[in-house]
RNA sequence: CGGGGCGUAGCGCAGCCAGGUAGCGCACUUGAAUGGGGUUCAAGUGGUCGGAGGUUCAAAUCCUCUCGCCCCGACCA
């Protein structure tokens, strides 16, 4: 069965992509040409991260609030950097109530602009500080090329946008945000992921930094899976977020600003699914758990959903996601399979035999065939039993997917190992880095990669640099990426 | 916007070169038998062949124009 490895051919790996988001009803296409529908179970999937880093803002101190769709343009001109960025890929709207608008609005691909205007609006001392406000939105970008969940012309995220009183308070509250990211990927997505911070040519338009949490998909290619921004007081210039502090000495604000979008939802995909399709992690699965009854005679069947259905209400009241397919047109044989391939983490079966011994048997999705079943398991106590088996998968999805990502992390001494690396199993390339933007924009120009991020577990180690040769203590990320 | 490819049933495709009543697989509907790993058999439903014009007794097929989509590149969470 599908062992994961790097699939050689990207294209057949979008192909796969693209089938398993269709074939299970995660998301489709929509008439409007890179807009995305997302369906109710890809939509319950973003639901349960979005109640999953809900849980972590709110112990971070955030609360969440709403600001407008539309941005006069003007607003976005003030940051030259951020106009600058962003100008390509904005949608406008021109007209409104029938008549030509006196200033065009710009449908928000992010609102460091508008929020930054109202921060400016509410901020007048240090005692107003520090603000920290999260939004769930939509946001718009103009991409010339989508791919469902990962890149779509409009997408859901969360954006928070922070202001402070001091420069520490504010990169502080960047690496705070970057962790809770990381902390996320790993204890709710079972996806490692590289921290690091973004190389100049990389970062957000009008950061002074802009970290980033990576990942490695199946086909060893990298997803900047959520980014947190260190906006120095870029923002608070432009907007004229001004304050007194506490030496009655009139100052800038400095704010940050964070997000993840739904493009995480194309991380759980692509980080690991396999040939049979979906795997989701227990603790974000729209159905945790699926009992799938079993019979051959109309007289076995009354006592096998009876049984499937005390087994699912017990679940239930303990609170797993679980779902009761009572589907008698289709072959259990068929149910398997198609509940292997929406990624449902545990299968739970029900046959005749299983009643007779008043137990059950468990199917773990991340462990194909026999090896991950379990016979034999007593109805009495399922509940705990199935929280437990949960918290196996997690932590046997995560520990699957670290594997994979160590064993395609590589360091290279030079660049014609560099480009053997990209040529042949592809993965992250760690190496001393020494070199400009000049030569960052070759490489990428050659060999389709780009620096990923300066992992920050990494800086400070002396080293060659694989390209220049100089010497440096910067540690760099390569890698091809979506 | 540059380079390549494709538009025929809900999806995937054949038919086109050599014009002659629109086909296959999957899905869907009905019936029967099946049912511990994607059941089988039988009978059905469903298509202005992307659009417009032309050639012809006759066009999915040949010609002209047009529209749309996909892939590769520039952009990007």
Same mark, same amino acid.
Request: proline share 4%; hydrophobic share 40%.
């Given at each position: ?75 976005? %001109? ?145 997803? %900047? ?37 739904? /493009? ?36 076995? %069947? ?81 509940? %705990? ?66 620096? /990923? ?30």
């Amino acid at each position: 069965m599908a062992e994961k490895g790097v699939t050689p051919r990207s294209e057949d790996y979008s192909r796969w992509y693209t089938d398993v988001v269709q074939k299970t009803e995660l998301a489709d296409y929509s008439p409007v040409k890179g807009c995305m529908v997302i369906r109710p179970y890809g939509y319950t999937l973003w639901e349960n991260v979005q109640a999953a880093l809900d849980r972590r803002f709110k112990e971070t101190g955030h609360v969440n609030a709403y600001f407008p769709l539309f941005i006069p343009m003007s607003f976005l %001109q003030k940051e030259a950097e951020h106009v600058k960025g962003f100008a390509p890929e904005l949608a406008v709207v021109t007209h409104g109530g029938g008549k030509e608008l006196d200033e065009p609005l710009v449908v928000r691909p992010t609102s460091e602009t508008i929020i930054g205007y109202m921060y400016s609006q509410w901020i007048r001392s240090y005692r107003d500080l520090p603000v920290l406000i999260n939004q769930w939105a939509n946001v718009v970008r103009w991409e010339m090329r989508t791919r469902l969940f990962l890149r779509t012309t409009e997408f859901l995220w969360q954006e928070g946008h922070t202001a402070h009183a001091t420069e520490q308070e504010a990169v502080e509250e960047t690496l705070r945000m970057l962790d809770v990211y990381a902390d996320f990927a790993i204890n709710e997505a079972a996806i490692p992921v590289m921290r690091g911070k973004k190389s100049e040519r990389e970062k957000f338009a009008g950061a002074v930094d802009s970290y980033t949490i990576e990942a490695m998909m199946g086909n060893g290619w990298a997803l %900047q899976s959520a980014t947190s921004h260190f906006l120095g007081q870029n923002f608070g210039r432009a907007f004229d977020i001004k304050f007194l502090n506490q030496s009655n000495e009139l100052d800038y604000a400095w704010t940050t600003s964070w997000g993840l979008s739904t /493009r995480m939802v194309g991380a759980i995909i692509m980080a690991h699914g396999d040939d049979q399709g979906l795997m989701l992690p227990p603790r974000l699965a729209p159905f945790q758990a699926v009992v799938v009854p079993i019979w051959r005679k109309d007289a076995e %069947q009354a006592a096998v959903l009876e049984m499937g259905r005390r087994v699912a209400d017990t679940l239930k009241a303990a609170g797993v996601r679980v779902k009761l397919d009572t589907r008698d047109e289709l072959s259990a044989g068929f149910k398997f399979n198609d509940w292997e391939m929406r990624g449902v983490p545990l299968r739970i079966e029900i046959g005749p035999r299983d009643v007779e011994q008043n137990a059950v048997v468990f199917a773990r999705r991340d462990v194909p065939g026999k090896e991950g079943k379990t016979f034999g398991v007593p109805v009495d106590g399922v509940a %705990q039993a199935t929280r437990d088996m949960l918290d196996t998968i997690q932590a046997g999805m995560l520990a699957r997917a670290t594997k994979f990502q160590v064993a395609n992390t590589r360091t290279v001494r030079n660049y014609d190992e560099f480009k053997q690396v990209l040529e042949g199993p592809g993965g992250f390339i760690r190496v001393p880095w020494g070199g400009t933007g000049e030569d960052e924009d070759r490489i990428k120009e050659e060999t389709k990669a780009t620096i /990923r991020c300066f992992p920050v577990e990494h800086q400070g180690e002396e080293g060659v640099c694989f390209y220049t040769g100089n010497k440096t203590d910067r540690v760099a990320i390569f890698a091809r990426a979506y």
